[in-house]
């Protein structure tokens, strides 16, 4: 086989098989096919597209080229859950206990933050003491024994997939449709999970900008998901705005923490409600969706899902005491108000902006090696829809210190908003499902 054969084939809109495509993963993660030709093949399958049968040959090339999860040692159908990345994002914080504490088994792997996009694991990193290393073995028996943990990923998964997405972001093949569900899904399935649940955002603080195209994207994971025998749902949701109040690691966790009581921002409590609902369809606990969201619902109300919690930080070694006295989780020591200048309502908030703003504080990282400050970050007082008077506070930053450089970040923040004299038409937070039956709007 050469590789230039097999990107002349691509070129000319041929479709490639199992071995032809492991061939090309396997050699490119391996050091033996360069990136020249490597770019060549991405652009070829960004112009020609792939079918659904070879993206999922794909997907699996690109999970085999590395090491694979077992978790076949745990008891039940595992449900992962993925998101595609948005501002104020701690689903996966309140999402894993209630859902563990419906019956489903999560072992999950999370990553850091990266850019303007939090990460799990630096949320859980801003609880003291929290471990986000465990043995495969401890990782294995904590799932078994409380139904949940939660760690960094470790091991070499999806390799290939790694150094392909490095060279996409400088060849400009990053928004091909096969590309990125591959690349979404070789990692799951790497991971090891039978079940998968994607989030999928859209609007100005996601990936994707438009319902139409994420709607494509999910159908793509969708399709490539159930060709490898892994039940996949996909639920879309509006990223035009931050998910919740808080930005932020600290101050994110106190926020999920909220919504585990039963008392948290609605947008955040019907996101993970319906997330959840289709995982606790998926793992195999209850016949529809509409009856499982009621399950949550009452394990929210009822506390079960807050003591999941709670077992599930004593169980990594993080203070328990700070669930219920979220004092003391690591506080800033300065607040700054942003205040609007005009009057109106609340039209929009530029999501990716405010994560960004958050980066420049020190809740997030411009580049892979840079440390994090958990306590800083921002908290919106104003959302999409609503009134506002000039002087009124739109957001408050949780700083280090006052400085010259924090009074622009704070400018920033102001910019992200638009003031309009009229009400505007709010999107809905759930826009679309993808399951293997089709989209369906709702
Ligand atoms: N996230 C991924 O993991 N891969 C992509 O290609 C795009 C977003």
């Known amino acids: 086989m050469r590789v230039v054969d097999l990107i002349h084939k691509k070129r000319d809109g041929g479709e490639l098989n199992a071995s032809e495509l492991q061939y090309i993963m396997n050699g490119y993660s391996g050091g033996d096919i360069p990136d020249y030709q490597m770019s060549a093949f991405a652009m070829a399958v960004f112009f020609r597209g792939m079918s659904r049968v070879e993206t999922a040959n794909l997907t699996i090339a690109m999970a085999e080229s590395g090491d694979t999860v077992d978790l076949s040692a745990i008891h039940g159908i595992k449900v992962d859950k993925h998101s595609t990345g948005g501002v104020g994002d701690k689903t996966t914080l309140i999402i894993g206990p209630l859902v563990a504490a419906a019956g489903v088994p999560v072992a999950k792997m999370s990553g850091r933050g990266l850019g303007h996009t939090g990460g799990t694991i630096d949320k859980l990193e801003s609880i003291e003491g929290f471990q986000t290393e465990l ?19 470790s091991g070499d998964l999806a390799p290939a997939d790694k150094k392909m997405y490095a060279l996409r972001d400088v060849t400009a093949t990053v ?18 999970a039978d079940a998968i649940v994607l989030d999928v955002k859209t609007g100005s603080g996601a990936f ?18 159930t060709e490898v025998g892994r039940n996949t749902a996909a639920v879309i949701s509006d990223m035009d705005q931050p998910l919740g109040y808080g930005i ?28 959840g609902a289709h995982m606790v369809v998926l793992g195999g606990k209850v016949g529809s969706v509409d009856e499982a969201r009621e399950l949550l619902r009452g394990k929210l109300h009822n506390g079960e899902a807050l003591g999941k919690f709670r077992a599930f ?74 009134p506002v008077q000039a002087g009124e506070t739109l957001a408050v930053l949780h700083v280090r210190e006052q400085s010259e450089a924090i009074r622009a970040v704070a400018e920033q923040v102001r ?11 709010v999107r809905p937070l759930l826009l679309s499902v993808v399951t293997a039956d089709g989209v369906k709007r709702y």
Do not use: W
């Open 135 to 153: 043995s495969r073995e401890r990782f294995i028996a904590q799932v078994n024994d409380i139904g949940l943990a939660v760690i960094g990923q």
């Open 415 to 425: 910019e992200a908003y638009s003031i309009s004299a009229s009400k505007p038409a």
């Open 313 to 386: 930080i004593e169980a990594q070694g993080g203070d328990v005491a700070a669930v219920d006295d979220p004092s003391r989780l690591p506080q800033a020591p300065e607040l700054i108000e942003v205040k609007s200048d005009g009057e109106g309502y609340v039209a929009a908030i530029q999501a990716e902006q405010l994560g960004l703003a958050a980066m420049l504080l020190g809740a997030g990282r411009a580049t892979k090696e840079a440390i994090i400050d958990h306590a800083v970050g921002i908290t919106l007082r104003k959302k999409v829809g609503e």
């Open 175 to 192: 928004e091909s449709i096969p590309l990125i569900a591959s690349s979404v899904m070789s990692k799951k399935l790497a991971a090891g």
């Open 248 to 275: 932020g690691n600290a101050l994110e966790v106190h926020e999920a923490i909220m919504t585990l009581q039963g008392q948290g921002p609605e947008d955040l409590t019907e996101l993970c409600l319906t997330l």
């Open 208 to 225: 994707m900008k438009t319902l139409g195209d994420s709607e494509k994207l999910a159908a793509a994971m969708v399709e490539i998901g």
